[in-house]
């Protein structure tokens, strides 16, 4: 167990191909732990280990890894920066105590580190960014710290260190504070020496912003500063140093991971600048049975033991494997824990430290580390682990909404139950994958977070269970209603030599409100239907009405009264009164106006402001009803009413449309009637299927 006091917890956010798992395979190398610089591009990471992520050149779930650096230990998480996966490093933020913010020289600010940052604030997490791929062509330092500024106002971006150089001419970096020059070698070695002559003006100009925005965090330090008088290094450091950690200043250090060019200082920067669980303080929690009760722990080895569950993997052959990040307290194997979010007791033998695709067994892990253990029984992602005597929970973020659904079915015949058991698999890893029944439609659906999620996740289930999975696009689950009233009879007469069969009834049919259901009313007097048969007539009527009379769909609002009929003493029975019931319902409807009733959906869109109309334009090409805005920062948030049909392929067009700046949700609002090319069609497409059977 390392001490707590030298322990860093840290993340690695930023978009897709800013480089995050180039500049953790890069520390790895650099601190020894690892003997080759392994590569992405090649599939010699030993961290994007999966052949999905292999094949796309992108880590698609979190790994994580831990190395020794000048006396600590940092411990790092190498997220997701694809927007189908950032459900996945929202979760990994929640138990880490800072992170490593990545930014492309040559691509900038892009959507997906926007929205890690967003999720850091949502932590609170102390943040150091790094602008990576200064060599590459086209790459541009203060271009990108524009950028930087446009997107994120707190922590406060200040570079601390420039670069020397840029594209193929980059060669080392300029510590501001100290006003020394790091230059690299071709194998990465750096040797310090004074700031390039050309270079003072440049420095001297960024050093001072640099002084002014360290002195604007500290009461002290902005008198001084304000007076005229010289800072010292120390109380500088000092001040920057807590700045960092109190999450008002966020450093930018430019980079070449590849080259390692940099990178110690980044580390060396992660050890000074970044807390550890001591600095970062206690973590809040909450009685279990008192959640407005706040519970501290401390991040102590002596407390009560206490963590967070924040990935679970599952192997087909070596079982679930349960991540948790240690807040409080110790472990050693063979030990047990209570599950505080599902009150359960929980046993578990080695205790595994996470080396990328591999793990080594430890004796023993405390505050700030995140370990693994096998086969707990009821564990899963964004559960509560604790001491049983002094149980806490601690409060998470629920899973991101999926955006896009699909029906799925078994490619092979005889494959059904191993293809629903092993999505029901993957949902345990993957809270975001979400598997229900449309009873309607008697589909299964499925639902992710986009196309690239849901492709990725059919390629797993086929590698890890050998079953192939079938997407296709989902029904509309329609249903049927009338707009008319109609009086109708339905005798149903059959003599087949012995006993016949003869049921009478005539009925009322008119419409309901919407969504007043179904009502039925029985109006018979004088006895002309025996009170036996009564029941056996409303059951014909319902369950013609589950089978629809038009297009197979449901019926709905709409009241039926048994007014009138007739019966035999001999040939009735409770079965010919069901078939006459039956026949009078679906005669009667056809005299009722009948129509087609679509799903509206509440569709809530929140944009940058700019994209706004043209959003607003699309929804109503959707056949959208706008039902409000309203602003939140930067963004609108748009509220409207569209038919489910309209947006069963929303995602990627919303996505194409904003830049990816653009999400959404949705959820059932009511049925409404369709439109009259809508309504032929559903009644179109069932003819040919009524007639085959």
Known sequence: MTDVRKQRTIALISHGGAGKTSLAEAFLFLSGVTSRLGSVADGASCLDFEPEEIKRKSTISSSFHGFPWKGGRITFADTPGSE??????????????????LVDAVDMVKVSTEKGWAYADHHRLPRIIVVNKMDKERADFFKTLESVNENFAS????????????????????????????????????????????????VTEWREKLVEAISETDDVLIE?????????????????????????????????????????????????????PVERGAVTGAAPDEPDLPVLREPDPSAPFSGLVIKTTVDPFAGQLTIFRIFSGALSPDGGFLNVTRGQKERFGQILSLEGKGQKAVDSAGPGDVVAVSKLKTTQTGDSLSDETQPVAFRTLPPMEPVVSYAVEAKSKGDEEKVFASINKMTLEDVTLRLTRNNQTKEMILSGMGQVHLDATLEKIKRKYNVEVVLKSP????????????????????????KGQYGDAVIEIEPLPRGEGFIFEDKIVGGVIPRQYIPAVEKGIVEAMAGGVVSGNPVVDCKVALVFGSYHDVDSSE??????????????????????????????VTV?????????????SRRGKLLGTESHGKKQIINAHVPQMELLTYSPVLTSMTGGRGSFSLEFAHYDEAPAQVRDKVIADYKPMEEKE
């Open 84 to 101: 189908n996966f950032l459900n996945d490093t929202r979760t990994v933020l929640g138990g880490v105590d800072s992170a490593l913010v």
């Open 155 to 202: 922590p406060k971006p200040v570079p601390a260190a420039l670069p020397i150089g840029s594209e193929d001419k980059f060669r080392g970096i300029v510590d501001l504070l100290k006003e020394k020059a790091l230059l690299y070698d071709a194998s990465g070695k750096a040797s310090e020496g004074p700031v390039p002559a050309d270079m003072a003006p440049l």
């Open 224 to 276: 001084k500063y304000l007076e005229g008088n010289e800072l010292s290094l120390d109380e500088l450091s000092g001040a920057l140093k807590a700045a960092v950690k109190s999450a008002k200043v966020a450093p930018v250090i430019p980079a070449a991971s590849l080259k390692l060019m940099g990178l110690d200082f980044i580390l060396d920067s992660v050890l000074d600048l970044l807390p550890s």
């Open 475 to 498: 029904k509309v689950a329609y249903k049927e209603t009338i707009k008319g009233k109609t009086k109708v009879q339905g005798k149903y007469k059959k003599q087949t030599g012995g």
């Open 575 to 604: 079965m010919a009164f069901k078939i006459a019931g039956s026949m009078a319902f679906k005669k009667g409807f056809l005299e009722c106006k009948p129509t087609i009733l679509e799903p509206i959906m509440l569709l809530t």
């Open 608 to 620: 940058p402001d700019e994209f706004m109309g043209d959003v607003m334009g699309d929804i109503s």
